[in-house]
């Protein structure tokens, strides 16, 4: 399984970006999709997660800046991110709960990261 982040890049502060993350390979299907960044020093924090069922979660750090949204027959996700902050500037990693098959357990999968800088 395989998970390609895109869309990061350099935006000046109160701008937008928005980020996609495209899983595939061997996939019976998806679980929890999720959001999580990494500024440097710091450690891998969560953004936002998409349950299977509808639920969706959000740091208090980006509620009411950052829509998170799924295409679930593509096995996407999306990350909308909107009045962009200094602070928000990290690498962001799209994370996925997969089954690769009916008889095998879930296991996690991480993308290689998009960079997002937040300039003044």
């Known amino acids: 399984v395989q998970l390609q982040a895109s869309g990061g890049g350099l935006v000046q502060t109160g701008g937008s970006l928005r980020l996609s993350c495209a899983a595939s390979?061997?996939?019976?299907?998806?679980?929890?999709m999720g959001w999580y960044r990494q500024a440097p020093g710091n450690l891998r924090e969560l953004v936002a997660i998409?349950?299977?069922?509808?639920?969706?979660k959000y740091a208090d750090a980006v509620k009411g800046r950052f829509t998170v949204s799924r295409d679930d027959a593509n096995n996407a996700l999306y990350l909308q991110m909107d009045s962009l902050k200094l602070e928000d500037t990290a690498t962001y990693y799209c994370?996925?709960?997969?089954?690769?098959?009916?008889?095998?357990?879930?296991?996690?999968?991480w993308g290689q990261g998009t960079q997002v800088t937040v300039s003044s």
């Open positions: 994370n996925a709960e997969v089954r690769v098959g009916s008889f095998m357990a879930p296991a996690q999968y």
């Open positions: 390979g061997l996939i019976f299907r998806v679980y929890t």
């Open positions: 998409s349950t299977v069922d509808g639920a969706i």
